[in-house]
């Protein structure tokens, strides 16, 4: 491993810092290097708040040594003005000369301007250090703007004759097939990503709130498809402890609180979405572009079979992350069948987890 990589390898450790809070932006990490020592890191803010390289600059005790020190960033620094200003101007103005980024952003209000901006002003820029590390780090942000479309992650959980729901249940509540290690793992993936999607029959027979109370951490955007209109309004998705988008037809969805056309994220509210149900063929293509309107650049799949299947169908998925119980239902709903590599695999007390990508 070179001094390059050494540096960059720590952007992506601090970049993690800020997965589940900057989205829509990348969780960029950049550290400042004077005389091979550190002298400055930083990760990008909350949604809003400043990007990493502001941050790492502001950790500088000493700012006279910016002027002979090297600035690395996972990602190419913003040209543009945003929710704050360009990061390639903090660097000028600040004069640091030299700054290595892992990867070219192809956001199309970046995509290579930053770099050109800091090379008009006399930088030395080094691009594509450890790249495909980088890549896989800001996965979220990449899908989501060379593919106009989120993150797509399944999740399910099946019994150790591979089914996720019994035939019959006495109460409008999960039945558990793992244990409360996994349950809880859950939770954390959730206050990770931005959306999580579950199906109408989901919400019938679980009532799930879909929220990190079991994990600390911000709740997901609940996304749920209701075809026919046959959830009523106190069901736990419509409690107003997250934000809530309810996928419907047209002509026979109820009214809802209803707000701007682009979801405030701040916003505790449910709105209405209206999608074609008759294209049977592209109903996961719908949802995608549905939720690249909205600005959310990942998403959990969570349930039921058939929701979890039309995503598989229509080739929308990046992940599946599978955990398997020790019971047995014996008859009962199927686990979705899916082909993908497999990443993993580990125990988690008596569950097994398998994290698969798809190729």
Known sequence: MNIHEKYI??????????????????????????????????????????????????????????????????????????????????????????????????????????????????????????????????????????KRRPYVILKWAETADGFIAPTTRDEQKPVWITNELSRQLVHKWRAEEQAILVGTNTVVEDNPSLTTRDWYGKNPIRIVLDKSSRLSRDVAVFDGKASTILLSLKHEARSMKSQDDRLELTHQSAITEFMNWDLKDKIAHQICKILFRHDINSVIIEGGRQTLQTFIDENLWDEARVFKGTINFTSGTKAPHFSGRLLSEEKIINDTLKLYSND
């Open 9 to 146: 390898k720590r952007c992506i450790e601090i970049g993690k810092n800020g997965l589940g809070t900057t989205a829509p932006n990348p969780m960029v990490g950049c550290v400042i290097v004077h005389d091979q020592s550190i002298i400055g890191e930083g990760f990008t803010s909350p949604y809003g708040g400043a990007h990493a390289e502001v941050n790492a600059i502001n950790s500088v005790k000493n700012p006279n040594l910016l002027s002979k020190s090297t600035l690395y960033v996972t990602l190419e620094p913003c040209s543009h003005f945003g929710k704050t200003p360009p990061c390639a101007d903090a660097i000028i103005k600040f004069k640091i000369p030299r700054v290595v980024i892992g990867t070219m952003d192809t956001h199309s209000a970046v995509a290579g301007k930053g770099i050109e901006k800091l090379k008009t002003s006399g930088c030395e820029v080094i691009v594509g250090v450890l790249e495909d590390e980088v890549k896989e780090h800001h996965k979220r942000f990449f899908t989501f703007h060379n």
